[in-house]
């Protein structure tokens, strides 16, 4: 199985609006509904902040949400904010009962 | 409260076998569905999802590492083992497990990961 695709690096000013894509084949993103997204700062371990593609935990700024076409995911941050610069990590669950996550994106709020 | 807390050898030479451990706590492996997952993350690079384990004790790897991995728990002492065999530099990692909650698809509880580096 392939890495997930995203883009290598994305950018906005703080209150702006972002989105960071996720394709994925019909093996693993397009297969079900099963796509979260992790944030990670530099020398942490990652945060859940979506799952099932659109579903956020306890705790998760309503600013984070996810969306799912075909065989691409997207998560979008609303209201940007210095603190949400980080990694971000998209992850299917596969038909082969295995996991597979993407290349990640940097976040840079200018 | 979950937590989970890697340990392991920081230093290993190529083609030796590493053995990490994950302890837990806060969740037990022998409640259905639950399971404990690897990833690894090269410095500077993304996440690589390696293996999982359930806690009727099926197992699943990823298919690149599947012949190198075994994944096994001791519901007794709440730990899981990853072995992983014919290390070598590009396996220079942190790696961190993670718990899979029962009957979802995602990784809500992570550890704080321990770096492993392989050189001579």
């Known amino acids: 199985q392939s890495a997930l695709t995203q883009p290598a690096s994305v950018s906005g000013s703080p209150g702006q609006s972002i989105t960071i894509s996720c394709t994925g084949t019909s093996s693993d993103v397009g297969a079900y509904n099963f796509v979260s997204w992790y944030l990670q700062h530099p020398g942490k371990a990652p945060k859940l902040m979506i799952f099932d593609v659109s579903y956020r935990p306890s705790g998760v700024s309503n600013r984070f949400s996810g969306s799912k076409s075909g065989n691409t995911a997207s998560l979008t941050i609303s209201g940007l904010q210095a603190e949400d610069e980080a990694d971000y990590y998209c992850?299917?669950?596969?038909?082969?009962?295995?996991?597979?996550f993407g290349g990640g994106t940097k976040l840079t709020v200018l | 409260q979950i937590t989970l807390k890697e340990s392991g050898p920081t230093l290993v030479k190529p083609t030796q076998t590493l053995t990490l451990t994950c302890t837990f706590s806060g969740f037990s492996l022998s409640t259905s569905g639950v399971g404990v997952g690897w990833i690894r993350q090269p410095p500077g690079k993304a996440l690589e999802w390696l293996a999982l384990i359930y806690w009727n004790d099926d197992k699943r790897y990823s298919p690149s590492l599947k012949n190198r991995l075994t994944i096994t728990k001791d519901t007794s002492k709440n730990q899981v083992v990853l072995t992983m065999t014919n290390l070598d530099p590009v396996d220079t990692a942190t790696y961190y497990c993670?718990?899979?909650?029962?009957?979802?698809?995602?990784?809500?509880?992570w550890g704080q990961g321990t770096l492993v580096t392989v050189s001579s």
């Open positions: 993670a718990h899979r909650p029962r009957g979802w698809y995602y990784f809500d509880c």
């Open positions: 992850c299917s669950y596969t038909t082969s009962s295995t996991w597979v």
